[in-house]
């Protein structure tokens, strides 16, 4: 286990080895996400500039009308 002391202000230090293993850096967004009652879960914020080209290339240009189509489809079904 790593622990940390947060001060008087209310910060803390994030350990050398958890840094790292999370890929944060200086100027890093780091996010508190709570899980349970009591329970929060810590982890550095992806940049949305960094999901360009996660799902590759497109495979045909989608319309406006095709898209406005399909959420009136999927909205229909209620769920």
């Known amino acids: 286990m790593v622990a940390a002391t947060m001060t008087s202000k209310g910060q803390i230090t994030v350990p050398a080895a958890v840094r790292k293993e999370m ?27 960094r999901l360009r ?18 959420i009136a489809q999927d909205g229909s079904k209620g769920g």
């Open 23 to 49: 890929g944060a850096k200086e100027g890093t967004r780091i996010e508190f996400v709570k899980v349970a009652e009591g329970r929060w879960e810590m982890r550095s914020a992806l940049p949305v500039s």
């Open 53 to 70: 080209g996660m799902l590759g290339p497109a495979e045909r240009t989608v319309t406006i009308d095709e898209m406005n189509d399909a």
